[in-house]
């Protein structure tokens, strides 16, 4: 067996992540990335489109398919080298860099960062800067959306700090235990994955992310002269509620004054 040899600039998507993550299921399904494409499709209107942080092109290659012209700015090559070969994956151009900070030429009708990528940013000036870089890649009138998940504060009582999220035992000795530990003096949260092999071996991942509520985004927005065109509690365009999990939040960029 080949063990997959990590580089620290890839960050926490390095080759021994990116090996398995398009795994088919879950995200990958079908149905789970045609209502995304179908969204981003319309939002673009026939213009070109950015992806922050478009990792194996699992949005980016679908969505350029359809003949949408599709960039994307990501951090690491390992995500990057899936991309190649996919249906769509070759018309997208990739740049590899930070989301907060690189920049590619062009303007764009779309930005759009989605599976909660925005919480892989820890840091407030880091999110905030996302948002400018945002702004600064959109033409006029151009939209900025934001698909994540909301943190599940409500499951915390007094004095807990941690939700687990999934339990798959698997087997005598295999299974897997995701958990979230939250900071809510600091918002910052760490998502904690074990995983235990059929031999006993196991792998205990832990991997940091900050959470903004929908309204410090909207501030976020204001700060990059944008502001809130929609607000929906999922890919359907349904209501967002008091009872939503997640949001897909868009942004209009507005004229220079
Ligand atoms: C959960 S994956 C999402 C990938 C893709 N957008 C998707 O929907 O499948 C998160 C991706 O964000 C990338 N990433 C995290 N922080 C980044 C940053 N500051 N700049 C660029 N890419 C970043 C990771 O390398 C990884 O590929």
Same mark, same amino acid.
């Given at each position: ?8 600039? #890839? ?10 993550? #398009? ?18 499709? $319309? ?102 959306? =934001? ?19 999934? =339990?798959?035992?698997?087997? #005598? ?42 309204? $410090? ?41």
């Amino acid at each position: 067996m080949t063990v997959p040899s990590d580089d620290p600039a #890839d960050g926490w998507f390095s080759e021994s992540v990116a090996v398995d993550y #398009d795994t088919p299921g879950g995200a990958n399904a079908v149905e789970a990335v045609t209502p995304v494409v179908e969204v981003l499709e $319309e939002l673009a209107s026939g213009g070109p489109a950015l992806e922050f942080a478009v990792g194996t092109g699992r949005i980016a290659a679908p969505l350029a398919d359809r003949g949408v012209p599709v960039s994307g700015i990501e951090m690491s090559r390992a995500m990057v080298a899936r991309l190649a070969g996919k249906p769509g994956g070759d018309a997208v151009e990739v740049t590899i860099g930070d989301m907060t900070s690189t920049r590619v030429s062009g303007e764009f009708a779309l930005v759009y960062l989605v599976y909660n990528t925005i919480s892989n940013v820890t840091t407030q000036d880091g999110q905030v800067e996302v948002f400018r870089n945002a702004a600064a890649h959109l033409r006029p009138g151009g939209l900025f959306l =934001i698909e994540v998940g909301l943190p599940d504060l409500r499951r915390l009582p007094p004095g807990q700090d941690t939700v687990p999220f999934a =339990i798959a035992p698997n087997g #005598d000795r295999a299974g897997y235990v995701g958990f979230d530990q939250y900071n809510v003096a600091t918002q910052e949260f760490t998502s904690n994955h074990v995983t235990v092999s059929p031999d006993g071996t196991g792998r205990f991942l832990r991997v940091p992310f900050r959470y903004a509520w929908p309204a $410090e985004m909207d501030l976020m927005a204001r700060i990059a002269g944008m502001r809130l065109k929609h607000r929906w509690a999922d890919w359907d365009r349904s209501a967002f509620t008091d009872a939503s999990t997640k949001h897909v939040s868009i942004w209009e960029k507005l004229p220079a004054e």
